[in-house]
């Protein structure tokens, strides 16, 4: 049995915990998304996969399998304030996207094994993407999270 789903569930409960009063989605956005997001499990692109992972048996023992997996996630940061007259502000957004993905990884840093589940959990790469929309700017980080675990038989 995959360790993904324990993982999924104990990544959404961290970043509940790093940002209470941030919406924090399990998978994809829903119609309803407010300004500052994180997104546990999303790609953030329906071509690409949500987790990618590869099993391998360690050593000469059958069982149990190591699992090693990426789950992608995302911050989000939108301040659009074009459409009301104010002066569209990148800088704010940028700097409100990475301090969302600080207050994950600092609560990710205080519990790398994710309670017992894995061996480890770390972030590993991210990439950002900064638009300018008709309703002002809007900053997106999107973040893997690495796993090292071991799947029950």
Request: hydrophobic fraction near 40%; include cysteine.
């Amino acid at each position: 049995m995959s360790t993904i789903p324990a993982v999924l569930d104990a990544l959404v409960a961290l970043a509940e915990r790093a940002w209470p009063h941030v919406q924090v989605l399990d998978g994809g956005p829903t119609t309803n998304v407010e300004r500052d997001v994180i997104e546990i499990g999303y790609s953030g692109s329906p071509t690409e996969p949500d987790v990618r992972s590869t099993m391998t048996r360690e050593q000469l023992d059958m069982q149990p399998d190591m699992e090693r997996y990426d789950v992608m996630c995302l911050v989000s940061s939108w301040r659009g304030d074009a459409h009301r007259g104010g002066r569209p502000d990148a800088r704010t957004t940028r700097e409100r996207a990475f301090e969302l993905l600080t207050g994950f990884r600092s609560e990710l840093a205080k519990d790398s094994r994710l309670g017992g589940l894995v061996m480890m959990a770390t972030m590993s790469t991210l990439d950002m993407v900064a638009d300018q929309t008709d309703d002002g700017p809007v900053c997106t980080v999107r973040f893997v999270v690495h796993v090292d675990a071991f799947a029950d038989a």
